[in-house]
């Protein structure tokens, strides 16, 4: 994916052909004559995240959007409910959309903090969801 004519995001096959960020449209054309490159979306982007934030609702009526492309949900009230932190992270996983697809893409990731203050600094376990 390309911001400004510059790498800003790619895969893992990118990576294996030698794709870095930075890197210009020539540049990856040059390593990977046939890639698919899109330019980034901000709007999709945005739709995106207003999609996993309406699928966590449903873990939680504790949804906010925070930062670029963060998403807050304060799920301790839901923790027994839901069998613990890693159910529950598994369940939100692979909850479905409506149109039948996953509503957390791959790349989401989860973090744990034992409190709210936590979230103004970097969380104590950062991990896939």
Do not use: W, Y
Not at 45 to 69: C, K
Not at 87 to 107: Q, T, V, Y
Request: proline share 6%; aromatic share 4%; with cysteine.
């Amino acid at each position: 994916m390309l911001e400004k004519d510059r790498v800003v995001a790619f895969d893992g096959a990118a990576h294996s052909a030698g794709i870095v960020p930075g890197m210009r449209r020539g540049g990856v054309l040059t390593l990977v004559p046939d890639a698919v490159i899109r330019e980034r979306d901000l709007t999709r982007e945005a739709e995106l995240v207003r999609g996993v934030a309406f699928a966590l609702l449903q873990f939680t009526p504790h949804v906010v959007l925070a930062e670029e492309s963060v998403v807050l949900a304060d799920v301790s009230a839901s923790l027994r409910l839901f069998g613990g932190i890693r159910p529950l992270r598994r369940r939100a996983r692979h909850r479905k959309c409506m149109n039948g697809s996953r509503c957390l893409p791959p790349s989401v990731r989860g973090s744990s903090c034992p409190t709210g203050s936590s979230t103004q600094k970097p969380c104590c376990s950062r991990r896939g969801a």
